[in-house]
């Protein structure tokens, strides 16, 4: 049997086929997503565009491969707004989950409800910069016919779930990051949705639990080349899918991601909360919960240095490998894109600790690599000072492709890494996670029989940096403490 994982990203669409029997990728393909920035945190693109990468992506497999699937589950990317007419148009461009433009509308939903404490409380969460929930509230603010025309919220996974099979679901573990569901109730907030826009509620779709939501739509199984008896399973948010794709389904098993965005989770049997709020309280889509550390820059940070050296991936690494722990006293803060924890919104990037003799392409390599990690630290902190022990990390992302890096989160966290042979972490678990809600049975079995780990890509704390980061990860702390009123 195949299993199709759909995963859209912010770069791109993926689909990956699973081939159940053989426990192999049977067939791949991705089509690359545009992206719309401007100045004061927009960033935005067309729903339109993830269709057209849906249809080229499926376009580009095998029609063999594509009559052999039988479950499609989408991973989609997080907070992102979509707002839909019943007729099928999306009534403007989908702020994304990178999008810190309706920073001054989280600040107007937390008041109304009575300040950040009391929400954080009361949903499980605060409403941060980039969750669904002050978006909604900028669209009414900012174009009130739009917003009255609008029929339902969906988030992008949402959406393109409507697209397979017409249903107009969102589903428990993707809901729990707009900041409009109670992550202890698993229902939405009634007093969330009166602060955000009154009457909100009425415009907000069924919340359901991991199951198949039906069958794929005739139309779009011709535009697909696929069975019209594929059936569609919930799915859910990237970070959720992630986590199937790499196991962390039961308690004890933490994943990094070092994507566009950084993530750091691990499944909880029990209903999450941190009350320093560093980590969000999300549900997972594995009927658990889903504590994770979320951070807007992670190869935003490599990527945007490794471009302005005009070198490829494999050289920026190797630059860093050269300069060495601590990067000859460079400190990156590494918030291009602003922050979610830290909690800078207006966050930019900064390059501290410079001296004549040690401003050169290795040693701000290494820093950008060493200061995304930093921000990890901070979430490890919070896992352990909220009792979930890390013993061990499993790595996925396109940052895990880089041995330097692979060893430096093992070094800096004093944590064994392990990196899954499957990497697309977000498409291959959207799959098995069809696979779960079409066949049943329990996740974590699921998981162990399917997710295989690569030893060559193993990485074990060497212990002879852990003084110098211990150090650094000190002055790290104290920048960004430092820089709080220019970034807030």
Same mark, same amino acid.
């Given at each position: 049997?195949?299993?199709?994982?759909?995963?859209?990203?912010?770069?791109?669409?993926?689909?990956?086929?699973?081939?159940?029997?053989?426990?192999?990728?049977?067939?791949?393909?991705?089509?690359?997503?545009?992206?719309?920035?401007?100045?004061?945190?927009?960033?935005?693109?067309?729903?339109?565009?993830?269709?057209?990468?849906?249809?080229?992506?499926?376009?580009?497999?095998?029609?063999?491969?594509?009559?052999?699937?039988?479950?499609?589950?989408?991973?989609?990317?997080?907070?992102?707004?979509?707002?839909?007419?019943?007729?099928?148009?999306?009534?403007?461009?989908?702020?994304?989950?990178?999008?810190?433009?309706?920073?001054?509308?989280?600040?107007?939903?937390?008041?109304?409800?009575?300040?950040?404490?009391?929400?954080?409380?009361?949903?499980?969460?605060?409403?941060?910069?980039?969750?669904?929930?002050?978006?909604?509230?900028?669209?009414?603010?900012?174009?009130?016919?739009?917003?009255?025309?609008?029929?339902?919220?969906?988030?992008?996974?949402?959406?393109?779930?409507?697209?397979?099979?017409?249903?107009?679901?969102?589903?428990?573990?993707?809901?729990?990051?707009?900041?409009?569901?109670?992550?202890?109730?698993?229902?939405?907030?009634?007093?969330?949705?009166?602060?955000?826009?009154?009457?909100?509620?009425?415009?907000?779709?069924?919340?359901?639990?991991?199951?198949?939501?039906?069958?794929?739509?005739?139309?779009?199984?011709?535009?697909?080349?696929?069975?019209?008896?594929?059936?569609?399973?919930?799915?859910?948010?990237?970070?959720?899918?992630?986590?199937?794709?790499?196991?962390?389904?039961?308690?004890?098993?933490?994943?990094?991601?070092?994507?566009?965005?950084?993530?750091?989770?691990?499944?909880?049997?029990?209903?999450?909360?941190?009350?320093?709020?560093?980590?969000?309280?999300?549900?997972?889509?594995?009927?658990?919960?889903?504590?994770?550390?979320?951070?807007?820059?992670?190869?935003?940070?490599?990527?945007? *240095?490794?471009?302005?050296?005009?070198? $490829? @991936?494999?050289?920026?690494?190797? !630059?860093?490998?050269? +300069?060495?722990?601590? /990067?000859?006293?460079?400190?990156?803060?590494?918030?291009?894109?602003?922050?979610?924890?830290?909690?800078?919104?207006?966050?930019?990037?900064?390059?501290?600790?410079?001296?004549?003799?040690?401003?050169?392409?290795?040693?701000?390599?290494?820093?950008?690599?060493?200061?995304?990690?930093?921000?990890?630290?901070?979430?490890?902190?919070?896992?352990?000072?909220?009792?979930?022990?890390?013993?061990?990390?499993?790595?996925?992302?396109?940052?895990?492709?880089?041995?330097?890096?692979?060893?430096?989160?093992?070094?800096?966290?004093?944590?064994?890494?392990?990196?899954?042979?499957?990497?697309?972490?977000?498409?291959?678990?959207?799959?098995?996670?069809?696979?779960?809600? *079409?066949?049943?049975?329990?996740?974590? $079995? @699921?998981?162990?029989?399917?997710? !295989?780990?690569?030893? +060559?890509?193993?990485? /074990?704390?060497?212990?002879?940096?852990?003084?110098?980061?211990?150090?650094?990860?000190?002055?790290?702390?104290?920048?960004?403490?430092?820089?709080?009123?220019?970034?807030?």
């Amino acid at each position: 049997m195949f299993a199709a994982g759909i995963d859209a990203g912010t770069q791109s669409i993926k689909v990956v086929v699973y081939d159940t029997e053989r426990k192999c990728i049977a067939a791949s393909s991705s089509a690359p997503l545009d992206l719309i920035e401007q100045e004061g945190g927009v960033r935005e693109q067309e729903a339109e565009w993830w269709l057209d990468a849906v249809r080229a992506c499926f376009s580009n497999l095998d029609p063999s491969v594509r009559e052999g699937i039988k479950v499609i589950s989408v991973s989609g990317q997080q907070h992102g707004f979509v707002p839909f007419r019943k007729d099928g148009s999306v009534l403007y461009s989908v702020k994304l989950w990178c999008d810190t433009s309706t920073s001054q509308e989280c600040g107007e939903i937390e008041d109304a409800m009575g300040g950040r404490s009391v929400v954080a409380s009361r949903l499980g969460n605060p409403i941060l910069p980039g969750y669904t929930a002050s978006k909604i509230r900028w669209l009414w603010k900012n174009h009130r016919d739009l917003y009255e025309a609008m029929d339902y919220v969906l988030l992008p996974h949402d959406y393109l779930n409507w697209y397979l099979c017409g249903e107009i679901v969102m589903e428990r573990g993707d809901a729990s990051g707009t900041g409009l569901m109670n992550i202890f109730t698993g229902k939405w907030d009634d007093d969330a949705c009166e602060a955000v826009v009154p009457g909100l509620r009425a415009k907000l779709p069924e919340i359901v639990r991991a199951g198949i939501i039906g069958r794929i739509r005739r139309e779009t199984a011709s535009e697909l080349g696929l069975s019209p008896d594929v059936s569609i399973a919930s799915g859910g948010g990237d970070n959720m899918m992630s986590a199937v794709g790499t196991g962390a389904v039961e308690d004890g098993i933490v994943t990094m991601s070092l994507g566009t965005s950084g993530t750091l989770f691990s499944s909880s049997s029990h209903a999450f909360h941190d009350p320093k709020l560093r980590l969000a309280s999300f549900c997972s889509s594995t009927e658990t919960w889903l504590p994770l550390l979320c951070t807007m820059n992670c190869t935003v940070a490599s990527e945007t *240095l490794r471009k302005l050296f005009g070198q $490829d @991936v494999k050289a920026f690494d190797a !630059a860093a490998e050269r +300069s060495g722990a601590g /990067a000859g006293g460079l400190i990156m803060l590494p918030f291009f894109n602003g922050e979610r924890v830290p909690d800078y919104p207006h966050g930019e990037g900064v390059l501290l600790g410079m001296r004549q003799s040690n401003v050169t392409e290795e040693n701000i390599a290494r820093a950008t690599l060493e200061g995304v990690t930093y921000e990890f630290l901070l979430g490890l902190d919070a896992f352990r000072e909220n009792g979930i022990d890390v013993s061990f990390l499993t790595l996925t992302g396109g940052g895990s492709k880089s041995r330097v890096w692979r060893q430096l989160v093992a070094d800096m966290t004093g944590c064994p890494v392990r990196v899954p042979v499957i990497r697309e972490a977000a498409a291959f678990g959207a799959a098995l996670h069809g696979i779960w809600c *079409l066949l049943g049975g329990r996740i974590e $079995d @699921v998981a162990k029989e399917h997710i !295989a780990y690569d030893e +060559s890509a193993s990485a /074990a704390p060497s212990g002879k940096d852990a003084e110098v980061y211990r150090e650094c990860y000190r002055k790290w702390l104290c920048y960004s403490d430092s820089l709080a009123p220019v970034f807030r």
